[in-house]
């Protein structure tokens, strides 16, 4: 759980109270900063509607959720505060000490809830509080959604397929490094990966009939041993090394054991087999050119 403290202190103009609410709350106002334990706690596996109110300009937000615990507790995680939204951003900002949650409706537990009568009804909401915070005066559609200006110009530069600026990278590392990352310690399923693989073949490819960048085929044919290697010199951690010492057992086809080697490496230079590609595929229960790669006997 990540909890923002603002840098600065920021005077809190317009407080409200429950009496001045457009519509009955079903719970009382709780800060985003000084109650999140409570108000987490108190509706688990509840599904509703909420209303977020900023202190510093009275602004507000009008939000849903299946389980209303999860759906808060997002506004504590990382990688849903860099998505641009108006309400994230406000966030990043003035910190949850700034803000109050209320809980407007409760459509019952989580397991007998209907996500069409939770639209419809998070759409009379909306309706009623025209909330600015909110991009979207829809309920359940992402119309009216726009990226940020940064964001445009990144989304931009990648697709062209050129290669990117330091700087562009930098930002890029500084968004979406560790657990920042939208997908930090999370794993693709083998099926998971079938259907990625699957889906970037011939004309389903970005890339397909496309002439690619002097840069790019520059880069893809460029020296990379020795001394133009990015890793020349530097020690591996002990982490990277385990790995590499990890027993590499390879079976054929019909699952008959092979050769068991006695690291990554050997496995390389025997087999004629990219280190990445061995990597790729161990564990997977994938075949690459009709040979099983495993780290534990099978």
């Known amino acids: 759980m990540l909890f923002i403290k603002p840098k600065h202190k920021f005077s809190q103009q317009h407080k409200l109270e429950l009496a001045n609410l457009k519509s009955t709350a079903v719970s009382l106002l ?18 509703g509607l909420y209303l977020l109110h900023f202190y510093v300009n009275g602004k507000q937000y009008v939000g849903s959720g299946i389980d209303l615990r999860k759906r808060l507790y997002t506004y504590y995680f990382p990688s849903r505060l860099v998505d641009g939204r108006h309400i994230s951003n406000s966030l990043l900002k003035y910190g949850h000490v700034n803000f109050s949650v209320i809980i407007l409706h409760v459509l ?31 309920a359940g559609s992402s119309m009216g959604f726009k990226h940020s200006e940064e964001s445009k ?20 590392s500084e968004l979406l490094s560790g657990q920042l990352n939208p997908f930090w310690a999370k794993k693709h399923s083998p099926e998971t990966l079938e259907k990625m693989s699957k889906s970037k073949l011939g004309v389903l490819n970005p890339m397909f009939k496309k002439e690619k960048y002097k840069e790019f085929i520059e880069q893809m044919y460029k020296d990379k041993t020795g001394s133009n290697n990015h890793m020349f010199g530097k020690p591996k951690s002990e982490e990277t090394l385990a790995k590499m010492r990890k027993k590499v057992y390879v079976y054929d086809s019909n699952k008959e054991l092979i050769r068991c080697y006695a690291g990554v490496k050997l496995a390389v230079k025997d087999l004629h087999i990219a280190a990445e590609t061995i990597k790729k595929y161990l564990d997977t229960d994938k075949q690459f050119k009709d040979k099983y790669f495993y780290s534990e006997l099978q």
């Open 30 to 47: 709780y800060n985003l900063s000084k109650d999140r334990i409570v108000f987490l706690k108190e509706f688990n596996n509840k599904s």
């Open 108 to 138: 019952g537990i989580t397991d007998s809830s209907n996500k069409i009568e939770l639209i419809s009804k998070e759409q009379e909401y909306l309706n009623l509080y025209k909330p600015i915070l909110n991009l979207n005066p829809v």
């Open 153 to 172: 110009k990144l989304i931009f530069e990648y697709r062209k397929g050129k290669p990117l600026s330091s700087e562009t990278k930098k930002r890029l």
